[in-house]
């Protein structure tokens, strides 16, 4: 699979309309500027009010509120452990409101090798906002990160 990092460059959005894949790289975007500089206020205009995230882990969040807070605690006590992430996106495919692309995460952790994991990433768009997120991990991702915590995670 090709990776790509995530670039895409975004201003003020203004007075212009986005379309499906637009609302898409600019949640990504903003979730990487909320991740690095811990104000997860960026990630507002990204959700409708009322939206779903399916965590992939067998957990629904819903509200845009308690969607940001799931965000922001599950980086804060899992990424932001490590000493760097690397994220990289494929190529964004858009499906009439269905948004995708796969996603690459390496995570470093001196005295332990790489924790590498691989998924997609699916948003609804409804007019400006993702209405539904769902993370899907490649199978066998949840197993292997759970090894590699069982064996290294003290150093975290």
Partial sequence: ?????????????????MNEREVFLNYIQ???DAYLSGDWSKLIPCFS??????NGLGQEICGREAVINYLRDSTEGFDKLFDS???????????????????HFIYKKDGAPDLATNGME???????SITRLNSIFEEGAVEQTQTWMSEYGKLL
């Fill in 1 to 17: 699979m090709r990776r790509r990092e995530v670039v895409h460059e975004l201003g003020d959005t203004g007075n212009f309309l």
């Fill in 30 to 32: 903003a979730f990487e």
């Fill in 49 to 54: 009010t009322d939206v779903i995230h399916d």
């Fill in 85 to 103: 992430r690397a994220p990289s996106f494929g190529d964004v495919t858009v499906t009439d409101s269905e948004v995708s692309a796969a996603w």
């Fill in 122 to 128: 699916v948003a609804t768009v409804s007019g400006q």
